[in-house]
Nanobody, 126 residues
């Protein structure tokens, strides 16, 4: 069965950096666009970044532009999200997701994604 397993979260000070990873199995990884979402306590899950099947196209939420970088290694079935310049507002559970449908514009809504990981917690302290 399809599994997406996130790792790399943790506690980081404001201004710091962390990289979260998502290892996929049970699917043909290069046939899926991948996305990262986050969910803070009491808030809805929100889009952070997405990357196309080959990595040639990316999309970011405005608050992530210039600070976060999404990338993928299809040989390792892994997608990454590098988070720099973190603020407490970036705190939340970070989820990766896989989208099987090719789109001109990368998906930013949770319902467009087929598979989800269990999430990894990123906590940013002052």
């Amino acid at each position: 069965q399809v599994q997406l397993v996130e790792s790399g979260g943790g506690l980081v000070q404001a201004g710091g950096s962390v990289r979260v990873s998502c290892q996929a199995s049970g699917l043909t990884f290069n046939k899926y666009a991948m996305g990262w979402f986050r969910q803070a306590p009491g808030k809805e899950r929100e889009f952070v970044a997405a990357i196309s099947r080959t990595g040639g196209r990316t999309e970011y939420v405005d608050s992530a532009k210039g600070r976060f970088t999404i990338s993928r290694d299809n040989a390792k079935n892994t997608v990454y999200l590098q988070l720099n310049g973190l603020t407490p507002e970036d705190t939340g559970v970070y989820y990766c997701a896989a989208d099987s449908v090719w789109k001109v514009v990368l998906a930013t809504r949770p319902r467009e994604y087929d598979y989800w990981g269990q999430g990894t917690q990123v906590t940013v302290s002052l």
